[in-house]
């Protein structure tokens, strides 16, 4: 059967096909509305907003690290200094293979041990973002090398930089101490300070000593530099700076030439001197032996010679001249002898006897002289003279501990200086409730205060332990008739870019309320220690001044009552040490010395002969003739076919 043919409705398909049309018309038309929409929106309605991003995303801002200030000694001589070098440094989030990388660098460079060494420590203690240098002090032919190869290594980069230098090394180590890398704790620290904005960029910061204590006058403060940088980062042009305001720099009162004296003085010896302008706290000489090459930390000391250094038995980092403590031994009789005076426990002029030894009254137990046949009937002058311990014990058990603490530490003994670097030990002079302190976790009879402690607190035994900078400072004090000053190292503060200079101001913080008459009768005493009969007798001879000293042979071990002391018979470490303190001249004193040579036996034969020639040098300009030729601070003589005068030397 045949279906008839359905015929289309070609009216209706039009119509249909034109509302899609419209539609599709209208979609269009909207998009285009909503597209134009949003180009006004973001070029016109945010254009502040985007341009800024732009402008960001082009300039990047570049911390100017500041000049770190320089440290002169009193005549203007650079003891720290900078210089420029090129760093290979590596930025470890912008590579995919270090270890390729650092292989392939060793082509170009050689890349020791200690530099490879070096680079993992830091490397542990950076993060990834931080650029780590591999390699320092690049020659420029080395620099050149990397930076022509630049292309193959991104992540790797070619600075220049300032780095540290300390041209007389161990000379002035325990003085200046050094800079080293900037950690965590110091950053965390600078955080604390709300200071970290100012190290932006930088990478070493004061550890140890003055560049230590005054890294806020060194350091200065941070410049800006905004740089256009390309897509890839690389910087294009500098379109404006801002300068750092480099750091201050540093005058000190110690003299360079001083201080190498009594450092070659020594020799291999260790000890401690420290020499004090009693007219001001100015230190002159402020020697620590042995001491150490400061230069080791600045780039990061390798784990080999910071192992040696800090098992050396000798000691090298430890600053003996404000940590080391020792008992003075005799070199505490002058102080004695003030505060007996003071107390009115003796007159000036009162003669006791000083036989070989002291019997501890209700008792039978015997101290004995250094001189077993005693000295006779002495006065307080001549007590000190001859140092007879008899007289002091006898003096100190009149007098009590009670008496004698407070009275002594008039001298500074037993508490901190104030000195102008960190590290500085309070020593003890004993009392009653330092003992009881000191002994809290032993039982009472430990604890308890006997009369007998005070005998050899007398004669600078027993629990007495004082820095050989207390030991200068308070020479110095008596030396000036009890006016106090501040010891110091820094005296001037030159500001950068205005040349303004600070001055430490050298003013009395007090004056010891001592009897002003007193202080002659211990002068006598101690300037009887240099003329015949005297226990440095022998160290006066061709003096050209006035000079004032005592010494001190201080025990290192207690030896049994009735033995006799053999040093030859003791290792080296168990000797006693060597003590002289001294003042010069002695109508108007310019320079108070503390010297202490450890183990070296009686202060007489090694202490004081150190003391009298630094003495010299300081007030007269005389060099040793044992080290005539030797100093790398003097004048050299000229070598024949020199150009170059031997004066015009610096």
Not at 351 to 365: D, K, Q
């Amino acid at each position: 059967m045949h279906r008839p043919t359905r015929l289309k409705d070609a009216q209706a398909e039009e119509s249909q096909f034109q509302l899609r049309l419209v539609i599709a018309y209208g979609f269009m038309v909207l998009m285009l509305l909503t597209l134009a929409a949003r180009f006004i929106w973001l070029q016109v309605m945010q254009y502040e907003h985007f341009a800024t991003l732009a402008q960001n995303n082009s300039i990047s801002l570049v911390p100017v690290q500041p000049n770190r200030g320089l440290i002169m000694d009193r005549n203007g001589v650079v003891l720290a200094q900078n210089h420029a070098a090129y760093t290979l440094e590596i930025t470890p989030a912008k590579m995919d293979d270090m270890e390729a990388t650092i292989k392939a660098l060793g082509s170009l460079v050689e890349i020791t041990p200690r530099d490879d060494r070096r680079f993992r420590k830091f490397l542990a203690e950076s993060k990834e973002f931080e650029p780590v240098p591999l390699k320092l002090k690049l020659s420029e032919e080395e620099a050149a090398r990397i930076a022509a190869n630049a292309w193959r290594f991104p992540g790797v980069e070619v600075k220049a930089r300032l780095f540290r230098d300390y041209p007389y090394k161990e000379l002035t180590s325990h003085v200046l101490g050094y800079i080293g890398r900037i950690n965590q704790r110091d950053q965390q620290k600078l955080e604390e300070d709300d200071k970290l904005a100012n190290y932006r960029g930088a990478t070493h910061i004061g550890k140890l000593g003055l560049e230590a204590v005054y890294e806020a006058e060194l350091h200065g403060t941070n410049g800006f530099e905004e740089v256009e940088t390309d897509a890839g980062g690389r910087a294009v042009r500098s379109l404006r700076r801002t300068p750092p305001l480099h750091g201050n720099n540093l005058k000190l009162a110690l003299d360079i030439r001083l201080q190498e004296v009594a450092d070659k003085l020594f020799g291999q010896r260790r000890g401690a001197l420290v020499a004090i302008d009693p007219q001001t706290g100015g230190v002159l000489a402020f020697v620590s032996k042995p001491g150490f090459d400061p230069n080791l930390f600045i780039d990061g000391i390798d784990s080999a010679t910071w192992k040696s250094l800090n098992e050396d038995w000798q000691k090298p980092l430890v600053n003996r001249a404000v940590r080391g403590l020792y008992p003075p031994g005799s070199t505490f009789k002058p102080f004695m002898a003030m505060a007996a005076l003071q107390s009115g426990a003796i007159g000036p002029y009162d003669l006791r006897p000083a036989p070989g030894f002291f019997t501890l009254p209700g008792s039978s137990h015997q101290f004995r002289d250094s001189n077993p046949r005693g000295n006779g009937m002495v006065n307080i002058s001549k007590a000190i003279a001859v140092s007879s311990d008899t007289f002091f014990y006898r003096v100190a058990w009149d007098m009590g501990i009670d008496r004698i603490h407070p009275l002594v530490g008039q001298f500074g003994l037993g508490q901190k200086t104030g000195i102008d670097l960190d590290g500085e030990a309070s020593g003890v002079l004993p009392s009653k409730e330092w003992k009881e302190k000191r002994f809290a976790r032993f039982k009472p009879e430990v604890r308890r205060w006997y009369p007998a402690d005070v005998v050899s607190v007398g004669i600078g035994q027993g629990f007495n332990a004082y820095t050989p900078l207390q030991m200068a400072n308070a020479t110095a004090i008596l030396a000036a008739d009890g006016k106090v000053f501040k010891p110091h190292l820094v005296q001037e503060i030159t500001q950068a870019g205005s040349g303004k200079v600070r001055l430490v101001e050298p003013k009395p913080v007090r004056t010891l309320a001592f009897r002003p008459e007193l202080y002659a009768h211990v002068k006598d005493g101690m300037v009887a220690v240099m003329r015949p009969g005297g226990t440095a007798a022998r160290l006066a001879a061709g003096l050209t001044y006035t000079m004032a000293g005592k010494t001190g042979t201080a025990q290192v071990v207690q030896i049994k009552q009735g033995a006799k002391y053999n040093a030859a018979a003791l290792a080296e470490q168990y000797r006693d040490h060597s003590w002289f303190i001294a003042f010069a001249p002695v109508e108007a004193p310019r320079i108070a010395i503390a010297v202490i040579v450890e183990n070296a036996g009686f202060g007489a034969a090694s202490a004081a002969p150190i003391a009298r020639a630094v003495s010299d040098f300081a007030l007269t300009g005389k060099v040793p003739a044992e080290l005539q030729g030797k100093l790398i601070t003097m004048p050299q003589p000229a070598q024949a076919g020199d150009k170059q005068d031997a004066s015009a030397a610096r």
